[in-house]
């Protein structure tokens, strides 16, 4: 079993920044990738940013240039840096770690992009 913590959502402007982090516990060693996914009102789940273990990074297109994420692989720990934040950002946001026998997601933390 792996836990996942989120922290660091929020409300922010236009334009402004966000950073989230999403703490991982329990069967670590398990964990070949892990990432960030969003759901917005009314939408499906979706991709946003994920990482390796190898540190291979992959991110949907309309946050590229924009959100970087990031992995301390001692600290089990995934970060994701949101800059130039939209409206169109807002979302409920998952933390999400693969490992060779499952999937696990945090519960969720809420980013609001408003003015």
């Known amino acids: 079993q792996v836990q996942l913590i989120e922290s660091g959502g929020g409300l922010v402007q236009p334009g402004g920044s966000l950073r989230l982090s999403c703490a991982a516990s329990?069967?670590?060693?398990?964990?070949?990738?892990m990432g960030w996914y969003r759901r917005a009102p009314g939408k499906q789940r979706e991709l946003v940013a994920a990482i390796t273990s190898g540190g291979f990074t992959d991110y949907r297109d309309s946050v590229k240039g924009r959100f970087t994420v990031s992995r301390d692989t001692a600290k089990n720990t995934v970060h994701l840096q949101m800059n130039s934040l939209k409206p169109e950002d807002t979302a409920v946001y998952y933390c999400?770690?693969?490992?060779?026998?499952?999937?696990?997601w945090g519960q969720g933390t809420q980013v609001t992009v408003s003015s």
């Open positions: 999400n770690a693969v490992t060779g026998w499952a999937d696990y």
């Open positions: 329990g069967s670590t060693f398990g964990i070949n990738r």
